[in-house]
């Protein structure tokens, strides 16, 4: 048996951890809400700043507003549309168009694309390390079932213990 | 004992039945302590949990870059009919990453290749307006000022003119700068500049 001391400790262990998921879910929430964009990040060229897996939340703006140092998030201006995050290194204004160099810190390479004044970039603000992965579980149907099914389960088994459990003498008569 | 009645009949009910709704009592029964001290720990452990991703959150930031992409300048100078003009359609003057306090400077040697004297003025046009108003632009020749101010007023030919004899030749001197004391509006901003040259025959 669990003394009570060490039910307390998991009590509070256990509504820390549902504290912190819930304060970072409310945020990327919020963040979402008031028009940023959280991604998953899923190459390494950013590394150490950002690994695979992680998820960052980029605030959008004008690419005007952009700094050298900056971490951005831009479209693939000659793929397919992909979005890359990396550094920028220079950037230059020429007429209605803002040319930028821009590089993953993990890179040896840069490259050079163009964006128009009146487009969108986006700056990196935060991450949040490893999250992608759970979010690329949850996306996953198959495996989705089991936050279902292992949810229920231990409800299932929490409640069949509570039901079984003899009834401690200060708890007689009051249920 | 309470009684409850259904149609005409009197029914007899258990008392633990219906005595809590007839006679609530007045006070609720007190929680354990150990029951209280897990409710505590609940709400600390949920606060904990919210402080620890606030703090975590923090951690996880990512620094804004602080770095200022300086202003490109460059200039070339077009031919005129009657005037020699030497680098022509090259760049004589280029400034890379120019910040408050920089400049940039470069020649252009000009000769009179008429039979009669010239008055030259000279104008410097921008394909953009974004340095406009910031960058300050010193044309000179023979030690004199033929303009000194912002870009934007060398859009028109200078009012001061430089008289050139026939055959003389004599050197324009441009310096585009950032003065020390700019905020704003020159980052990563671009000026590529075409200096051109009239000239009248003097009187």
């Known amino acids: 048996m669990i003394s009570r001391g060490a039910r307390l400790l998991l009590t509070v262990a256990g509504w820390a951890l549902a504290g912190f998921a819930l304060t970072l879910a409310v945020t990327l929430v919020v963040a979402q809400v008031s028009g940023r964009q959280s991604l998953t990040v899923l190459s390494g060229s950013m590394e150490p700043t950002i690994r695979t897996g992680d998820v960052v939340v980029a605030d959008p703006m004008p690419p005007m507003d952009a700094h050298v140092g900056d971490v951005i998030t831009y479209k693939e201006p000659h793929g397919a549309g992909r979005l890359i995050t990396h550094r920028v290194k220079t950037m230059q204004a020429l007429g209605d168009k803002v040319r930028f160099t821009t590089q993953g810190d993990a890179n040896d390479t840069s490259e050079r694309w163009q964006v128009a004044s009146t487009g969108q970039i986006a700056r990196v603000t935060h991450r949040i390390p490893r999250l992608g992965y759970a979010l690329g579980f949850m996306r996953d149907p198959s495996k989705r079932l089991f936050l279902i099914a292992i949810p229920a389960l231990l409800l299932g088994v929490f409640e069949l213990v509570r039901i079984w459990r003899p009834a401690r003498p200060e708890a007689r008569g009051t249920s | ?203």
């Open chain 2, 1 to 203: 004992m309470s009684l409850w009645q259904s149609g005409s009949r009197l029914r007899r009910l258990p008392l633990a039945v219906v005595e809590p709704l007839a006679f609530p009592p007045a006070v609720s029964p007190q929680p354990s302590i150990h029951r209280s001290l897990r409710r505590v720990g609940a709400f600390a452990g949920l606060a904990l949990g919210g402080v620890l991703a606030a703090i975590a959150a923090g951690s996880w930031g990512i620094a804004a870059g602080t770095g200022t992409a300086g202003a490109d300048v460059s200039a070339l100078a077009n031919l005129s009919g009657e005037l020699d003009v030497s680098p022509h359609a090259k760049t004589f003057l280029r400034g890379r990453a120019l910040t408050p306090g920089d400049a940039a400077s470069g020649d252009v040697r000009v000769r009179n290749q008429t039979s009669k004297p010239l008055m030259v003025r000279a104008r410097l046009r921008a394909d953009q307006r974004d340095l406009d108003r910031v960058l300050r632009v010193r044309l000179q020749a023979r030690g004199e000022y033929l303009y000194e101010g912002p870009l934007a007023g060398l859009r028109g030919y200078t009012r001061t003119a430089l008289r050139l004899q026939s055959g003389e030749t004599a050197t324009l001197r441009l310096r585009l700068s950032l003065p020390a004391g700019t905020r704003s509006g020159y980052e990563a901003r671009t000026a590529e500049t075409t200096l051109e040259l009239d000239s009248r025959v003097a009187r």
